[in-house]
């Protein structure tokens, strides 16, 4: 078992961490509205950004409520050795999904902004455009974050939060300071794309390091931790759906505004 650092220290290390990534927040923000302002491009590129996160909410954004509790359960009942075959199943599983649905994305952007949004046709083709790039970007998030749920059950808090709310806003300033002008949004795009490519590279490197997945690749596990696991995760999963169907109904509203209603919503709430 891996010795992770006490509540105290972690909890300093993130506040810490955290204080530090509010300038880094406002300085992307403040980059953002200098270099793209409330265009069509920026309103394509939010709605994206938002759609994503929220398919990864539905797809698989619940089960890292769900692990938690059962490789508890396992770690008291049969020990070590057993919840490290679990995480083995579970990121095995992880990635079958992820890399099913992001094909799933990428071959039907056209139907899902069809569907849910109210742009003109000229931020409708970007949008598509967009999302089929940023299929990458939510193959990369939910890869990472149910490796930091992982990193956590071994009470590792400070290296995920650290990749997540410094490393990852820093490359992506660092990509629209450098390459906006000649690239324009794509140099948002795949900012963030690298962002969470590198961040999801260290905290594989840091499970290879130490051995968590020694099991390599597990794809079956006993039923009884099975059932604990889909009996936590089916009830998150209604609630989540509810909760995504509001946003998605929102932002349908909010693209038959004139543009700019999106970037300019974006720009109020982090206010």
Not at 14 to 36: Q, R
Not at 128 to 133: A, G, R, T
Not at 184 to 204: D, E, M, R
Not at 229 to 243: R, S, V
Request: proline share 2%; charged share 10%.
């Amino acid at each position: 078992m891996i010795k992770g650092d006490s509540i105290k220290k972690s909890y300093l290390s993130t506040l810490l961490i955290n204080i530090i990534s509010k300038p880094l927040g406002l300085v992307s923000s403040a980059l953002i509205a200098y270099y793209f302002g409330t265009g069509q491009e920026i309103d394509s590129f939010l709605w994206v950004t938002y759609f994503v996160m929220l398919f990864y909410g539905v797809i698989i954004g619940n089960w890292g409520s769900a692990i938690i509790p059962v490789i508890t359960e396992i770690r008291n009942k049969d020990g070590v050795e057993k919840e490290i075959e679990f995480i083995s199943f579970i990121f095995t599983w992880a990635s079958i999904v992820v890399l099913s649905t992001t094909v799933l994305l990428y071959f039907s952007a056209g139907f899902f902004v069809n569907i849910l949004t109210n742009f003109d046709e000229s931020r409708t083709i970007l949008a598509i455009d967009i999302l089929k790039i940023m299929s990458l970007y939510y193959l990369f998030t939910s890869l990472y974050n149910i490796s930091e749920v992982i990193l956590n059950s071994y009470r590792e808090f400070k290296t995920p939060y650290f990749l997540r709310v410094i490393l990852s806003p820093l490359i992506t300033i660092i990509g629209v300071y450098f390459f906006a002008s000649n690239y324009g949004i794509n140099s948002l795009i795949y900012g963030n794309i690298a962002s969470f490519f590198l961040i999801l590279v260290s905290v594989i490197y840091f499970f290879i390091k130490i051995k968590v997945f020694s099991n390599g690749i597990v794809l079956l596990f006993g039923r009884t931790y099975l059932n604990s696991f889909f009996k936590i995760l089916l009830p998150l999963y209604f609630t989540q759906i509810l909760n995504n169907g509001i946003e998605v109904f929102s932002k349908y509203l909010l693209t038959g505004f004139q543009v700019g209603a999106i970037a300019f919503i974006s720009y109020a709430e982090r206010l």
